[in-house]
């Protein structure tokens, strides 16, 4: 045995610590009592491991940082979904009614339509032409035959059938917004190319249906919701929370990059702002039933809470969870933020080349217009407007959501600019407009593309790759496509209407 040879050794003895002369004498005299002794008094030291508890720590601070983070974030989200939602009420009636006047001066000034009306005025007036076609066709949907047709299914049904309405309305936002892009680019592109497309009526009865066709699905939602509300036992309405929890293990243990996680963000953004109007929706239709009684409300708010707050839980710990096992740091949150707000901020240039509705319904999935023709048709069937002073009243709703949008857009702006300077993008803001510069309509030809970036090395060039030998099947790669870098910046990711991990 070692320790019986070096016995002798006095200055091996003095180096050794209580628990290390325990343990020799439990190994030369081994007993229950020395054994126990040993056990008692026995140490150990973490500082030998100090890179890997150091390590757990952060970890654990990583996870208490992601609540207050998470929800900044998703703030910050929810009132850019919101001032695309009010635009829709407020700021798009008065251009689409401006576009249309300018439109009814058109035979007198002598000029065509694609000459006298800006691209932004032609996508106005397709937006408020979409409007006003749907909220018509939307009278054709009995909502109370809607009601009582869902109430009437078994619980497991309804379940089932609130999932498959999830996975329908992400699938509608995705497609719905390639839809509503195409029209606008085909009632806007320049006339001197090539037609390469079907035609403006065609893609507008496209929009027109799928607006019609995703307003009746967030009926559905909103119908089966409210059937969950007014249940006796409340045991839907607890089936559909616990569907919150269950998307907890279908997220937290894959693997996620920074990308994919902006992705479920923005994802999680939109869903949380869409169940808010939805859970609106409910209240005004239980509110119209009980004739506008205040005590119902009261009724109605423990279970409008109890869904917000498992709403937030679920989020919060499913993103706790995604960075811990992913090494990802809360300061991700922040990129994100300071993404959103580059977004903004270039939307609101004289150059941008998109309307900001637009840009967060390609950032977030949230499209606003099924969502408002749903609203309105809600509240205008909730709500009835007779005599003057009813319309005085509406008057005055409608100039306070004129004021509300207002304000929302001027915080905003001045947040998200903010939020670009702490990141130092305003290099990425002033360059962004000269890399996507639109076309001319005047000329034909496309502008020449800049010649590649080359930095000077030291290093020797690549070598040339042999030509294929006649022959043989195998044909050289190009080098751009063998040395393609994945693109890694937030702000070249367009699409994030659908989140691959979350529907798969």
Not at 71 to 88: N, R, S, T
Request: proline share 5%; glycine share 4%.
């Amino acid at each position: 045995m070692i320790f019986s040879s070096l016995s002798g050794d006095e200055s091996f003895e003095c180096c050794l610590s209580d628990g290390d002369r325990l343990v020799r004498q439990v190994l030369h005299k081994p007993s229950l009592l020395r054994f126990m002794c040993a056990e008692l008094t026995r140490g150990y030291f973490l500082e030998h491991d100090e890179a890997k508890y150091t390590e757990r720590r952060e970890r654990v601070y990583t996870c208490m940082r992601i609540p207050k983070e998470l929800e900044k974030l998703m703030m910050f989200g929810i009132f850019l979904c919101l001032d695309a939602f009010l635009y829709v009420f407020t700021l798009l009636p008065l251009r689409t009614l401006l576009a249309f006047l300018r439109l009814l001066t058109m035979p007198c000034c002598g000029h065509s339509v694609s000459r006298f009306l800006q691209p932004a005025q032609v996508c106005d007036l397709l937006k408020g032409l979409i409007m006003v076609l749907c909220y018509f066709m939307m009278h054709y949907v009995d909502y109370a035959m809607m009601y009582h047709l869902i109430r009437g299914q078994s619980v497991i049904k309804l379940y089932i059938i609130y999932n498959m309405l999830e996975v329908a309305d992400r699938l509608f936002s995705s497609f719905g917004q390639d839809i509503l892009d195409a029209l606008y680019w085909t009632a806007t592109e320049p006339k001197s190319r090539k037609r390469a497309h079907i035609g403006v009526i065609p893609h507008f009865i496209m929009a027109v249906f799928y607006v019609f066709l995703h307003a009746i699905l967030i009926m559905v939602q909103a119908s089966t919701l409210n059937v969950a509300f007014n249940s006796h036992n409340k045991s839907l309405l607890t089936i559909m929370m616990s569907n919150n929890f269950v998307e907890i293990k279908g997220s937290v243990f894959k693997k996620f990059e920074k990308n994919n996680l902006f992705q479920m963000s923005n994802s999680d953004i939109k869903e949380r702002f869409t169940n808010y109007i939805l859970l609106l929706i409910v209240c005004l239709r239980n509110m119209e039933q009980f004739s506008w009684n205040s005590d119902h409300l009261w009724v109605l708010l423990p279970d409008v809470l109890m869904v917000v707050t498992s709403e937030v839980a679920v989020d919060v710990v499913k993103h706790a969870f995604i960075t811990k096992f992913n090494d990802i740091t809360a300061d991700v949150y922040s990129e994100y933020k300071a993404s959103l707000a580059f977004e903004l901020v270039s939307s609101r240039q004289k150059n941008a080349y998109t309307d900001y509705s637009d840009s967060v319904a390609r950032r977030m999935g949230f499209i606003p217009l099924p969502l408002a023709v749903l609203l309105i048709r809600v509240v205008m069937s909730s709500v009835k407007i007779q005599g003057a002073l009813s319309s005085v009243c509406l008057l005055l709703f409608y100039l306070g959501m004129i004021t509300l949008k207002v304000l929302n857009s001027i915080v905003l702006l001045g947040k998200s600019c903010h939020y670009v300077k702490e990141a130092k993008m305003e290099g990425k803001l002033f360059e962004r407009p000269n890399t996507s510069q639109p076309t001319p309509r005047a000329s034909t030809s496309l502008p020449p593309e800049p010649p590649p970036v080359t930095k000077e090395t030291s290093e020797a060039p690549p070598e040339i790759p042999p030509n294929p030998v006649e022959g043989s099947s195998e044909t050289p790669q190009s080098p751009e496509l063998k040395h393609r870098a994945p693109k890694k910046d937030l702000l070249e990711i367009d699409r994030f209407t659908i989140c691959g991990n979350r529907i798969l």
